[in-house]
């Protein structure tokens, strides 16, 4: 139980690939830009939208809506920080790199990038040049034309291949640096003590009686169950309660949306990204990158395997999975019981064979995770 007690978690580990991560400008700069509607297409939607303080940063619904619908459940963000992976398949490795692909997401904020720059010249001029220096002037239409970006949109693209390189490149790196920004802010949410955090503390101090003032019966059986007979901590492990892996666990595919095979295309997607730790635009050394310079590449078991979620405040944030396919606990519980083959790769899951009774003391459990007010 120590290891998933939230006092085991370690000091938050520096972000090579941001220098700005810690500066305490930035993370101002970002919280304000994190909740900044006009940073889309159609002036309603930001960061804050899905992401939403009083939901655990997540916003209950089975597809997250932008500009338009997803394909994927918005995952909370609390503790991200010490991910190396972020999206349910992982496409990005850097808190940064991950704010900069809703933005320039046609379904989600649904700009570009030189409709963002702009934005910065207008509203936060005097913020970000404290902080990352001097901005060229982007209110020159000729040469910095909204919109413009390296998207899959005929007319921004052309846009975009029309600027000069030199252009090119200082509207990127302030756009990166928006990123940057975010991720900053982002850095300071964490979940926040709860119910099995006092319980733990009370058994370490080998306070039986308060440890039993603390949970109820049920929540003490479901403990066992979750750490025994269920075998939850093969994934969700840790003070965070993830590995902060990818598993395919025969998660039902959903009739009308596009087939997502998870980490085996988003694993290519991160080799790929522009943003990605041993780009340009991140500050971090070759030697600095190791998950991505080792990351597995492919083989059957990325084929639908989704990122493991925290557990944490995970009683608050049905539905479930990574297109909202259960919208109980019990529905999650029942599809791991009957390990149902994946509709794609193999699954790892295999049957446990724990009845109602069980399943209602893992639900009483995993309440316990969530955060006290």
């Not at 992982?90 to 990038?113: F, I, M, Y």
């Not at 007319?155 to 756009?175: C, F, H, I, K, P």
């Not at 003070?239 to 902060?244: A, E, F, H, K, V």
């Not at 446990?352 to 309440?367: C, G, P, S, T, Y």
Request: net charge negative; with cysteine; glycine share 6%.
């Amino acid at each position: 139980m120590r290891t998933l007690w939230i006092e085991s978690l370690p000091a938050l580990p520096p972000d090579p690939s941001n220098q700005y991560a810690d500066d305490p400008r930035a993370v101002a700069l970002g919280a304000k830009l994190f909740s900044d509607i006009r940073f889309s297409s159609n002036g309603e939607v930001s960061c804050a939208n899905c992401h939403i303080a009083s939901k655990d940063f997540q916003d209950g619904l089975q597809l997250a809506q932008g500009v338009g619908t997803t394909d994927r459940r918005t995952m909370p963000i609390a503790g991200t920080a010490y991910s190396p992976w972020l999206f349910w398949d992982g496409r990005k490795d850097s808190q940064w790199a991950q704010a900069l692909g809703p933005l320039e997401n046609p379904v989600e904020h649904g700009g570009t990038r030189t409709f963002y720059v702009k934005l910065i010249l207008a509203h936060y001029k005097t913020e970000y040049e404290a902080l990352f220096g001097t901005l060229p002037d982007f209110s020159d239409e000729t040469r910095f034309p909204v919109p413009a970006a390296p998207i899959d949109d005929e007319v921004a693209a052309a846009n975009w291949s029309g600027m000069s390189q030199e252009d090119r490149e200082a509207v990127t790196l302030a756009y990166v640096n928006i990123g940057k920004a975010i991720a900053a802010f982002e850095r300071t949410i964490m979940p926040r003590t709860s119910l099995f955090d006092l319980y733990v503390e009370a058994v370490l101090a080998n306070d039986i009686s308060a440890a039993r003032d603390i949970f109820t019966a049920d929540e003490e059986a479901g403990l066992k169950l979750f750490l025994n007979e269920a075998n939850c901590t093969r994934c969700h492990n840790g003070p965070l309660l993830t590995d902060n892996d990818f598993h395919n666990t025969g998660v039902p595919a959903v009739a009308d949306l596009p087939e997502d095979t998870g980490r085996a295309r988003g694993a290519q997607q991160v080799l790929a990204d522009e943003f990605n730790c041993l780009s340009k635009y991140s500050d971090a050394a070759p030697e600095d990158c190791k998950e991505l310079r080792f990351m597995l590449v492919e083989g059957e078991e990325l084929e639908r395997a989704f990122k493991t979620p925290s557990l944490r405040d995970v009683a608050n944030r049905a539905p479930f999975m990574h297109a909202g396919q259960f919208w109980t606990l019990d529905e999650v519980l029942m599809h791991y019981n009957h390990a149902p083959a994946a509709p794609d790769g193999h699954s790892e899951l295999e049957m446990l064979h724990i009845n109602k009774e069980q399943r209602d003391m893992i639900i009483a459990f995993l309440k316990t995770l969530s955060s006290i007010p």
